[in-house]
Structures are given as structure tokens and as C-alpha cells.
């Protein structure tokens, strides 16, 4: 089963940028998508974005499309999340997850255990 290790969260203001790494092992990581997830106190965790195998291939949550962007280096077996024009609303612990499959769907399952998560904090 896949290990995941996401880091790189922080405070930041309004407006701000971050970028999240989250580095896999135990699974080969070039063959699935891969997502970005968080989940804010006292919420559901939601998702927020995903990819494709090879990269080809990316999908947003509406509430971050335009702000946010997902890519992978499968030599590295490293996703990222840049993390632009940020808002207090986004302030949450974000997660990575490994998809079952090559391709992102609405009903792709996940294929790892949840991590420990970054914690990252937007203010006003």
C-alpha cells in the first residue's frame, strides 16, 4: 500500500502563495492519479484537485479552479499543489490520496491510507 508524506503548509495572508509537496512510496506511483484533498474544522473532507498518471490530465474543485495548480513529477514520485490568490476560506488540513486508477473520475476510488496531513492557515 501506498505511504504518503505531505508537507509545505504554513500561514500565509490574503493573497498569498504556497506549495504543497506530498511524496509517495510503496506503491508504483507513476501508474495512478493522484488527488489533493482537505478538510476544514468542523467539515466533511472535500476534494480539491486531481491528476492523471502521466500529468496529462488535471480537475478542480470550483471553488479553487483559476487559483490553484496540481502537477506531478514521477521521478521524483512527488505531487504538488501551487497555491495562488489565497483566501481565508481555504484554510484547512490538505491531504494527498492515490487513486486506484490511471485517471480521475466522480467514482475513482482511493487507493492509500490518509496521511498526517499539512495544516495551512489563511488570514485576513
Known amino acids: 500500500q501506498v505511504q504518503l508524506v505531505e508537507s509545505g503548509g504554513g500561514l500565509v495572508q490574503a493573497g498569498g502563495s504556497l506549495r504543497l509537496s506530498c511524496a509517495a512510496s510503496?506503491?508504483?506511483?507513476?501508474?495512478?492519479?493522484m488527488g489533493w484533498f482537505r478538510q476544514a474544522p468542523g467539515k466533511e473532507r472535500e476534494f480539491v484537485a486531481a491528476?492523471?498518471?502521466?500529468?496529462?490530465?488535471?480537475y478542480y474543485a470550483d471553488s479553487v479552479k483559476g487559483r490553484f495548480t496540481i502537477s506531478r513529477d514521477n521521478a521524483k514520485n512527488t505531487v504538488y499543489l501551487q497555491m495562488n490568490s489565497l483566501k481565508p476560506e481555504d484554510t484547512a488540513v490538505y491531504y494527498c490520496?492515490?487513486?486506484?486508477?490511471?485517471?480521475?473520475?466522480?467514482?475513482?476510488?482511493?487507493?492509500?491510507?490518509w496521511g498526517q496531513g499539512t495544516q495551512v492557515t489563511v488570514s485576513s
Open positions: 510503496g506503491r508504483t506511483f507513476s501508474n495512478y492519479a
Open positions: 491528476i492523471s498518471w502521466n500529468g496529462g490530465s488535471t
Open positions: 490520496n492515490q487513486y486506484s486508477d490511471p485517471f480521475y473520475s466522480d467514482y475513482a476510488s482511493l487507493g492509500g491510507s
